[in-house]
Structure formats: structure tokens, C-alpha cells
């Protein structure tokens, strides 16, 4: 058996969403896999703090 965990927070708090969402449609990431990432970042504020 195999378990692989990812953390992905900080990705995603790095990223702008909407950018990320189309680099995973260019990779052929669509679908259901797509939809996943897509909830999960909808409704998300990003901020910057100085």
C-alpha cells in the first residue's frame, strides 16, 4: 500500500485562483479532478501582509 499526503495551503494561498484553475486545464486536468480544486478554492480570500 501507498499514501501519498499533500499539504496544500500554502500552494494555494500563493497562487491566484483563477490562474491555477486554467494551468490545470492545460494540463488536461478537467473533469471531475478539476471540479475538486475548483470548489475547494471557491469562496477563498487570498491577502497579503506586510
Known amino acids: 500500500t501507498i499514501s501519498v499526503l499533500l499539504d496544500f ?3 494555494f494561498d500563493t497562487v491566484q485562483h483563477k490562474i491555477l484553475l486554467s494551468k490545470l486545464l492545460r494540463c488536461k486536468i478537467c473533469g471531475t479532478p478539476h471540479s475538486w480544486f475548483a470548489n475547494y478554492l471557491s469562496g ?3 491577502r497579503v501582509i506586510l
Do not use: T
Open 9 to 11: 495551503q500554502k500552494i
Open 44 to 46: 477563498r480570500q487570498q
